[in-house]
């Protein structure tokens, strides 16, 4: 099954709970269809860069939610129902492609199977000492500009 992101945008009024009621209406329908809902994430309010004209106004803000699921290549299909809700601003449905999990990604590029983990660099960018070159730089930058 591929990977999907639904991406929902709210009216900027709608409450809490009506918003897990339709976030949960979507995961159960993709549940009954055998798919898994593999993430949840809120962006809170959000501006838009231009009005969304609806029934009851003009909305220029709007609570954006994803939901990233495993699920049937007919779910667009049947998501359409999403049309018919006065909650809703917008919803898309994005597929994920060429991506690889798991040990599909390591084998990747290895042919006999075995994957070296001495390829990847043992010091971290956090570790770097260089951090404080970089502060003293900007600092004498700052006082330059003073004289």
């Given at each position: 099954m591929p990977l999907y992101d639904c991406?929902?945008?709210?009216?900027?009024?709608?409450r809490k709970e009506a918003l897990m009621d339709l976030v949960a209406r979507v995961g159960k329908h993709?549940?009954?269809?055998?798919?898994v809902v593999t993430d949840i994430k809120s962006f809170g309010t959000v501006q838009l860069g231009y009005g969304i004209k609806k029934l009851d106004?003009?909305?220029?803000?709007?609570q954006l939610m994803q939901i990233t699921m495993m699920a049937t290549p007919?779910?667009?299909?049947?998501?359409?129902?999403?049309?018919k809700e006065d909650r809703l601003l917008r919803w898309?449905?994005?597929?994920?492609?060429?991506?690889?999990?798991?040990l599909e990604f390591m084998d990747e590029?290895?042919?006999?199977?075995?994957?070296?983990?001495?390829?990847?660099?043992?010091d971290s960018i956090f570790d770097n000492d260089?951090?404080?070159?970089?502060?003293?730089?900007s600092h004498d930058e700052d006082n330059d500009g003073d004289q």
């Open positions: 991406m929902l945008m709210l009216k900027p009024h709608v993709v549940y009954s269809r055998n798919g106004g003009r909305h220029y803000q709007g007919n779910i667009n299909k049947e998501l359409h129902y999403l049309n898309l449905l994005v597929k994920h492609r060429d991506i690889k999990f798991g590029d290895d042919e006999d199977g075995e994957f070296d983990f001495s390829e990847f660099p043992r260089n951090s404080d070159d970089y502060e003293d730089s």
